[in-house]
């Protein structure tokens, strides 16, 4: 983000601070920060599982509708297959792999390790 600030310029930043809130206001200030910043990333986490949540509803819906329909098409299938004496080892659903399980976020690991400081 800062990939363009050198160690003169934070050093002149820092200056400019100083000179406007003091020493006795500047750690209030840092603290302010770290506070917001952690509310910040409460929110995202809880963003993020929302999202998850309202995925996961869906996709569960979307996949038993698929196993439904594949029955439906397996038992209507059946007498075709008898008909043209189609072995049943050939007409046996293929079983696919489980879908993977996406990394947890680093920002949820880490929330699940340290406890919530206010």
């Known amino acids: ?3 363009n600030v050198g160690g003169g310029e934070i050093l002149l930043i820092l200056l400019v601070m100083l000179i406007f809130f003091g020493p006795k206001k500047i750690p209030e200030l840092a603290q302010s920060l770290g506070k917001g910043i952690r509310k910040f990333n409460d929110a995202k986490a809880g963003i ?3 999202v998850k949540t309202a995925m996961k509803e869906p996709l569960e819906a979307l996949t038993g509708a698929k196993e439904g329909f ?3 098409l397996r038992t209507i299938a ?3 297959h ?3 004496k189609i072995p049943p080892a050939l007409t ?3 079983v696919l792999p489980a879908p ?3 990394p947890v976020p680093e920002t949820q690991a880490r929330g699940a390790e340290e ?3 206010a």
Do not use: D, R, Y
Request: net charge negative; hydrophobic share 30%.
């Open 1 to 3: 983000m800062f990939e």
């Open 48 to 50: 993020e599982s929302q």
């Open 70 to 72: 594949e029955s439906q």
């Open 78 to 80: 059946e007498p075709l």
């Open 82 to 84: 008898a008909e043209l």
């Open 92 to 94: 046996a659903p293929t």
């Open 100 to 102: 993977v399980q996406p």
């Open 115 to 117: 406890p919530n400081k």
